[in-house]
């Protein structure tokens, strides 16, 4: 299995819901990334989890949450949301959390927000 | 903070021309590039890795090389195809850390 799943690929919530993303990968991959994509823009890191571990968290407003309950699951938690938050959100994963990787994203989860 | 620029920002040609994308970066103390395509809506799909001491890597119609002294890479697509249109991303990988820099793309149009 050489790849990464993303569910849903389609979601639409109020700025009240409380919704999550689902990424999972059966590689044996120990990083674990989200990405915010903005139409025509190149993908923007959010977080990585490396063995589990949240290890970078690049100044994300707290009404993104996200969880790694184990080394293949991956989730990003989203509550009180803005518009502005629409984008595609794309998870991706590598053999360890260090530059030396080749990362394979996921397909992506399109996110909007009303 | 490393900057990466993709030029040129779009792309058309005919079927069958040869061509070149081109990727620069600010940081020269890369520990690897790698070169991805996106389709519209879509996530990334890997095309080439090439590790800070290699010069090339080729796969199929692709080749993609590295000057990592002048801060350059380069994609070339031979025969391009219809089917090759989609946008192009470079993303460079640091040297500790995982915070993988991508440039803004080029998009590729391939005209039948």
């Known amino acids: 299995d050489t790849e990464v799943t993303q569910t849903p690929k389609h979601l639409v919530m109020g700025m009240t819901n409380k919704k999550s993303l689902k990424c999972e990968q059966h590689?044996?991959?120990?990083?674990m990334y989200w990405y915010k994509q903005k139409a025509k823009k190149p993908p923007e890191l959010m977080f990585v989890y490396s063995y589990e571990k949240l290890s970078i968290n690049e100044s994300v407003p707290s009404r993104f949450s996200p969880e790694c309950p184990n080394s293949s699951l991956l989730n990003l938690h989203l509550h009180a949301l803005q518009p502005e938050d629409s984008a595609l959100y794309l998870c991706?994963?590598?053999?360890?959390?260090?530059?030396?990787?080749?990362?394979?994203f996921g397909a992506g989860s399109r996110l909007t927000v009303l | 903070k490393q900057e990466v620029t993709q030029i040129p920002a779009a792309l058309s040609v005919p079927e069958g021309e040869n061509l070149v994308l081109n990727c620069s970066f600010t940081d020269s103390a890369i520990y690897n590039l790698q070169w991805f395509r996106q389709d519209p809506g879509k996530g990334l799909t890997s095309l080439l890795l090439?590790?800070?001491?290699?010069r090339e890597q080729t796969s199929g119609r692709l080749n993609a090389s590295l000057d990592k002294s002048s801060g350059r890479s380069t994609l070339y697509i031979a025969a391009s195809q219809p089917g090759d249109s989609a946008t192009y991303l470079c993303?460079?990988?640091?040297?500790?850390?995982?915070?993988?820099?991508f440039g803004e793309g080029t998009q590729l149009t391939v005209n039948p």
């Open positions: 991706a994963s590598s053999r360890r959390g260090s530059g030396a990787n080749v990362l394979t």
């Open positions: 993303g460079v990988g640091p040297r500790s850390g995982s915070r993988l820099t």
């Open positions: 590689m044996g991959h120990r990083a």
């Open positions: 090439i590790q800070s001491s290699q």
